[in-house]
């Protein structure tokens, strides 16, 4: 049986997937019907240098130390690392792209959705819910893991499990734009426009806040009046209802209806909140 090897902590910059967005299709698009195949994906670029050759290191002896492996195999063409070299992408297409930054080298995770969301905290350690709070392109510690995974042959798919354990924001970095989406800023740089009127989405207004209607006030001289009828029943009002505890995060308490209506966020991650 294969023996994990940890990684020690190491920065990375955000540049491939999301840590909460869950992946329900495959490699085509279409819809993955397995829902144990639902996945995250995520890929992390680290500079060339001292901190890659430490995880190179760990890896590499992981794989050719396994009795079920060999120096061999794992020194063959195809022994699938889960890793790339920006300056020399297995698609030289690729080169160049924001998500392939120079001097860097690409490690690739995949957490499973059996495995629940991976846990990502802020610099003092509490848990971050809100996925808009980064982005692609920022800064993460990552504490991971690897091993070999058992295939016998390259043509089998021999090759290297990266595990992601946690993430910690460590700084904001410049945005990366998915890949092939269109951007029309920098499609049209420099190019004269012209304006076409009522045909534009204007930009998004703050509303106007409403005020609320003024409340009714009874003068005195009718509630004298209506107590003093004969025969009339006041009917109590109903109790309020009994609110449900509620999950804390951050020091902050959220309905349960509140957290699943956050984008990525799913039951698996109630699972251990306090409550209150």
């Known amino acids: 049986m294969s023996v994990r090897a940890q990684y020690p902590v190491f920065k990375g910059r955000l540049v491939m997937g999301s840590p909460t967005q869950l992946k329900t299709t495959d490699h085509t698009g279409a819809p993955e019907a397995n829902e144990n195949k639902h996945h995250w994906f995520m890929g992390f670029a680290v500079p060339k240098g001292p ?25 063959q063409p195809g022994f699938n690392w889960k890793t790339e070299d920006c300056d020399a992408p297995e698609n030289p297409a690729n080169k160049g792209k924001p998500s392939y930054p120079a001097g860097h080298m690409l490690i690739k995770f995949t957490r499973y959705k059996a495995m629940g969301p991976v846990m990502l905290v802020d610099g003092n350690y509490q848990t971050i819910i809100n996925p808009t709070a980064f982005k692609r392109g920022d800064y993460f510690q990552i504490s991971a893991s690897t091993l070999f995974n058992g295939a016998a042959t390259v043509k089998t798919n021999a090759g290297m499990y990266q595990n992601i354990e946690g993430l910690m924001f460590a700084a904001a970095g410049e945005e990366i734009v998915s890949e092939g989406a269109f951007d029309p800023r920098s499609a049209f740089a420099g190019v004269q426009g012209g304006t076409v009127s009522g045909a534009t989405t204007p930009p998004p207004q703050q509303a106007a806040a409403t005020p609320p209607p003024a409340a009714t006030v009874t003068p005195a001289h009718d509630l004298v009046q209506q107590q003093a009828m004969p025969g009339a029943v006041a009917t109590p009002p109903p109790p309020p209802p009994v609110a449900e505890p509620g999950y804390i995060v951050s020091g902050t308490s959220y309905t349960k209806e509140q957290l699943l209506a956050m984008p990525g966020w799913t039951e698996a991650h109630l699972a251990g909140l306090p409550r209150g």
């Open 51 to 75: 901190e890659w050759d430490t995880l190179w290191g760990i890896m590499y002896n992981a794989a050719a130390s396994e009795t079920t492996c060999t120096a061999a195999l794992c020194g």
